[in-house]
């Protein structure tokens, strides 16, 4: 008995690794709950059956700065709300560092910034951005009904030199790309792009 | 931000004023932030046609960093948009070797106090002067928070000779910093899960750091370490791969290698390997090696070793045949148990062997001439239980289990055992190497490879106990048993003969003898024994002191260790002797010589990337090129002393001699090609 234990251990153990390693796109995502600006806590598993979009945001992160005073973040929540999918802003900002917020202070961000998050979340131990490898602010997540992993990477081809000049609403925006995608039950072509941006500011 | 913006606006307007007013100031800083821009040239007068050096020169204050052209995990480097006249041209930004920046748990790639990006400007004949070069910079610059700095620097140019100005040492300066081609040969090898950048260098030891950064995202992982390794005259630089991967074709990137205070960077442009299609291969690999094991587990049965000890137990079935069906099949299975428990007990050392980091194959057992000589003892000793009429007390029941009408289902299991014990010399050289692959394989894959072989290996008997109605083909219980169990203890001292040439291999000829010596005083016991087999009391405990006497003697008699002799070095034709490539050079015949070690990565490599391919295979057998292996894996004294001749500490070298010339050092990394392009040299 003490034997097939161990087997069992052993055959774990070699799952485990790659679990632990960033989530490859087409594998299931892992679970994950946190509090959110209302200090309502939300666990990934109470939006099984819709499309979710992860955010990981910093607002005073330019790169992210300029994806809302441009509007195309808001534009882009509305887009993927009329496809039916939750969005949900990740903040893994450190008490301390820039982009970590209270409470009040998100719901003003959203309020001001016209945005439409379903829900603004807190990470300031930075455990979930790690478990996802979120390396920059924006770093977009796409999820399925069924908890696959359809897209990770940056919202749109805008990333690159001379960012700050471009003009955001002529970019290719890879998260509704993908969204189309999924809702036409089609393979997502572009499934893992480089994130652009700030580097997501996590507890040294 | 309004105030900034005017600010710089006043900036530009001073910038302009200054270098129309005034020839003697160049150029003026543009201070956005947290870091500043300036342009630069390397003269001020150029003539039509001209090639000019202009550079963008940052400088940051302190803590803070802007990016190079991959900026890591996160970031953006500059961009330059140019402003120029007709006729005159840019070059891309031409990025200096960058630092590594950690933002834990991220790396970005960049500049920290200063830097310059250069830009190389050229013009054809039809331009007008004084020209004016404008440049629009937009960059980052960051410490833990980010920030986007933008400016506008310009710079006049008038017509005249080059006058190479204190600019321009500077910028020749920064264009010696840019990554130059790698001199040297190097590869990309993909062990386990990680890359392996080799390359060949002048010393090796004067590396004091290391790191490759990579152009595109999604190859490698930008926070981990790189582990370097260093060897004689290459170093192999481990490049841990991205948890998420992009699809690329090639690995480029710029390897920094600092030499104390000599620093430089290289230009590094070459395939990845595609592993999917490995896999697939081995894969398949791997069911036709279950096959070929239960086939060769098959023929096993008739091997001089084995064939006798199957054969005198199905003699005892014979006797049994009255007995009844469902106690034969208890037997065969139970038999075929102790069969596949030893090979797995066998197979089990072995890994355990190896996950201490020996390098080992199957086989190895017979490496150590103390179970050499165990297996002569026995062989020796089952012929002569075969050949008398001695049956050995419960002791010793698995030696009983052969000859006596056992129906104890233990015996059965025993013979299972003794059985693969006394296969494994004949496994050895007939099945080595498959059952090395066997061992090779992750566990799972291993185990069934020996199940298939314990399997084949008792098919026969397994069947027999299932069909007692096939042994009526036999002829009835008789005489002719006992001629044949005698006759059975020549295959049986014939395979204790071929033992002792194998040990003849690993030690000294006066060794060899008292392993005889000990096979003689084990026979002696057992005539002791068989004489005895009627005598009691205290007789018989004198007999049997007596005999254990004789079996201490004889163990005591077993050597322990090598011994130092030459001989196998002619049981492999390509093993190296100093003797041997003399004589061959005699002969004017060209030799290829390795010196290698199971211990050494590099060897390895080579030998799989290069010495095995079929075309040099074939192209060294055209040229009458005879290939010699010097195994430095044990130590061995004429081996270093022949490495030290080439100013060598270890391994791997590659030697050629030509027809009996001097011989030629290859490089320590091979690869087909370049081996292919040193054998073509070699007349025929």
Known sequence: MKFIQLIFIFLLSIFMNTTFAAVKTGNNVPEFTLLDSNGIKISLLEFKGKTIILEWTNHGCPFVAKHYSSGNMQNTQKNAKEFGAVWISIISSAPGTQGYVTNEEANNLTKSRNAQPDHVLFDKEGAIGRLYDAKTTPHMYIIDAEGVLKYQGAIDDAGGKGFMSKDLSKANNYVLNALNEIINSKEVKDHTTKPYGCSVKYKS | MKFRTIIKKLNILIAICVSYFSTVHS???QDAGESSVSIIAESKTFEAGDDLLVGLSFKLNPGWHTYWENPGDAGEGASIIWTLPDGIKASKILWPGPERIPVEPLMTFGYEDEVVLLTQISSNKNIDFPLKLSAKISWFTCKDICIPQEAEVDIEINKGEKNLNKNAVSLKRVLNTLSKPFPYEYRLEKLDKNYFLQFQFEEPENITNSFFFPKDYGVLN?????????????????LPVAEVQSDHKRLKGVLYIEEGDNVNYYEINTPLINEPQKELNQSIGILTAIIFAFIGGLILNVMPCVFPILSIKILS????????????????????????FTFFLIAGLLLAIKSTGESIGWGYQLQSPVVVSILIYLFTA???????????????????????????LSSSFFTGMLAVIVASPCTAPFMGSALGLALL??????????AGLGLGFSAPYLILSFNPSLLQALPKPGEWMETLKQFMAFPMWASAIWLLWVLSGQVEILSVILVLLGALLISLG?????????????????????????LGLSLWFIPTEYQNNNKDSYMNQNYYSPEKVAALREENKSIFLNFTADWCITCKVNEAVALSRQNIQDTLKEKDITYLKADWTKKDSVIASKLAEYGRTGVPLYLLFSKGQEPIILPEILTEDLLMNYLKEVPK
């Not at chain 2, 394989?441 to 020996?450: A, L, R």
């Not at chain 2, 405990?541 to 254990?548: G, S, Y």
């Open chain 2, 27 to 29: 150029y003026e800083y």
């Open chain 2, 222 to 238: 930008y926070s981990k370490i790189q582990n370097l390794e260093k060897n004689n005259l290459s170093v192999s630089l481990e």
């Open chain 2, 317 to 340: 079935f014979i006797k049994q045949s009255g007995g009844s069906r469902q106690k034969l099949a208890q037997h065969g299975l139970i038999f075929s148990t102790g069969v596949l």
């Open chain 2, 382 to 408: 089952i012929g002569i239980v075969f050949m008398t009429n001695l049956t050995i007390g419960s002791q010793l029941a698995q030696l009983g289990g052969i000859t006596k009408n056992s129906s104890d």
């Open chain 2, 441 to 450: 394989q992750p566990g799972f894959s291993s185990i069934s490879i020996f």
């Open chain 2, 526 to 550: 057992l005539w002791l024994l068989e004489r005895n087999q009627l005598t009691s009391g205290y007789k018989k405990r004198i007999v049997q002191a007596c005999v254990l006497a004789l």
